[in-house]
């Protein structure tokens, strides 16, 4: 199998085991969403199909992004830097495996499950739009290829260059930096997302397309980066 995949496979599965922080993680953002969401869709329970697709439209894209970027950040704390805490670091620094691919395999061992509660998020969001509704209530075809192509890429950009500042500085800078690092991430979707409800961006297949090229192309920038990091400078950091 692919070492990368053999590292992300071993984060899946130590997340798994850590149930607690799961099901602390889904009731957090079932909460935060629920308060968000829920007045937003009965303001407008007698509103016609297209209002209230629009509204849909509107909160999965805050939402499910948000969300996802926050369980990343959280399940990103276990991956990386709760193993430099725990010490079980130093058994992968020890392996032969380059860095750029230790980081790629947390990562997307990160991701998958972080996109997998962003996924529970938009299921939650159709379920309450159709408890408001009186006819089949669904996402436009734009916002699901948002949902599938864009909200995975800009997920890994996060628990990416989470990791990445995680590996490279000491326990208290990174308490500082993991802070401004997520509230620069809320604040940037919360920027373009009213640009998107104040009309000066309209979601379409382009804007989509254009978003998953740049989130690719930061990701590879976010990996380049890595070139920088190297074991002895990391064992350094560790408590």
């Known amino acids: 199998m692919n070492p ?20 602390g993680i889904v009731l957090f953002m079932g909460v935060f969403g629920g308060m968000t969401s829920i007045g937003a869709i009965l303001s407008v329970i007698e509103g016609d199909a297209e209002s209230i697709v629009a509204l849909l439209d509107s909160l999965m894209m805050y939402l499910v992004l948000v969300l996802g970027v926050f369980s990343g950040y959280f399940l990103s704390s276990q991956a990386f830097l709760g193993e430099k805490t725990g010490g079980t670091i130093e058994t992968l620094l020890c392996s032969p495996l380059p860095l750029r691919d230790i980081w790629l395999g947390k990562v997307i061992g990160v991701m998958i499950p972080s996109y997998a509660i962003a996924l529970l998020i938009a299921g939650i969001l159709v379920a309450l739009s159709n408890t408001a ?8 075809v734009v916002m699901i290829l948002f949902i599938l192509a864009v909200v995975p890429v800009y997920i890994a950009c996060a628990v990416g260059i989470l990791g990445f500042v995680q590996l490279l500085l000491g326990m208290k800078e990174n308490q500082i930096i993991n802070i401004v690092l997520i509230i620069g991430f809320i604040a ?17 297949a382009a804007v989509v397309g254009a978003m998953f090229i740049l989130g690719i192309l930061l990701l590879g920038i976010i990996g380049y980066m890595t070139r920088i990091l190297n074991r002895e400078k990391i064992v350094t950091t560790l408590p």
């Open 133 to 140: 509704a009186d006819f089949l209530v669904l996402p436009s």
């Open 188 to 204: 940037a979707i919360s920027v373009f997302d009213s640009f998107v409800t104040e009309g000066l961006i309209v979601m379409s």
């Open 4 to 23: 990368i995949l053999v590292v992300a496979k071993k984060e899946m599965k130590q997340i798994a085991k850590n149930r607690s922080m799961l099901i």
